[in-house]
């Protein structure tokens, strides 16, 4: 099955992966979107599987990523797409990319991405990947 890469994500794309959300939950994934460069990764039968984006901050780029249950299966090809989206930033930007990680799985995904643990603050890990590493 192929699977491509389209910018920018749409609130369809959201409610395609993240599913039923509570309305907070909703509401702040929604925001993303306007916040940064976004991008969603989709099936033969343009079904969205997975979703991104990246928020400027001060001093780091903030890495925002979902995959649907439906992604499993294809999660290889996933993280291919999703690491040329770390390409697209922008070159002269010298500022890392952070995510935060809550779970094991959460923190796999970060590892293939080329992301690396820099902190654990109450329960949350950050991790960070150098604007010049390469996954």
């Given at each position: 099955?192929?699977?491509?890469?389209?910018?920018?994500?749409?609130?369809?794309?959201?409610?395609?992966?993240?599913?039923?959300?509570?309305?907070?939950?909703?509401?702040?994934?929604?925001?993303?979107?306007?916040?940064?460069?976004?991008?969603?990764?989709?099936?033969?039968?343009?079904?969205?599987?997975?979703?991104?984006?990246?928020?400027?901050?001060?001093?780091?780029?903030?890495?925002?990523?979902?995959?649907?249950?439906?992604?499993?299966?294809?999660?290889?090809?996933?993280?291919?797409?999703?690491?040329?989206?770390?390409?697209?930033?922008?070159?002269?930007?010298?500022?890392?990319?952070?995510?935060?990680?809550?779970?094991?799985?959460?923190?796999?995904?970060?590892?293939?991405?080329?992301f690396r643990h820099a902190i654990t603050v109450d329960g949350l890990e950050l991790w960070r990947r150098e604007p010049w590493a390469v996954s």
């Amino acid at each position: 099955m192929s699977l491509t890469l389209h910018a920018p994500c749409s609130r369809v794309d959201l409610g395609e992966v993240y599913g039923e959300l509570p309305p907070l939950n909703w509401a702040v994934a929604c925001q993303q979107l306007t916040m940064g460069p976004s991008y969603v990764v989709r099936d033969a039968s343009a079904r969205a599987l997975a979703c991104g984006g990246f928020i400027p901050l001060g001093d780091a780029w903030e890495n925002w990523f979902h995959a649907a249950p439906a992604a499993g299966p294809h999660m290889r090809a996933v993280v291919r797409l999703a690491r040329l989206t770390f390409a697209d930033l922008p070159h002269s930007d010298p500022r890392p990319v952070e995510t935060i990680v809550r779970t094991p799985a959460g923190a796999r995904l970060a590892r293939l991405l080329g992301f690396r643990h820099a902190i654990t603050v109450d329960g949350l890990e950050l991790w960070r990947r150098e604007p010049w590493a390469v996954s």
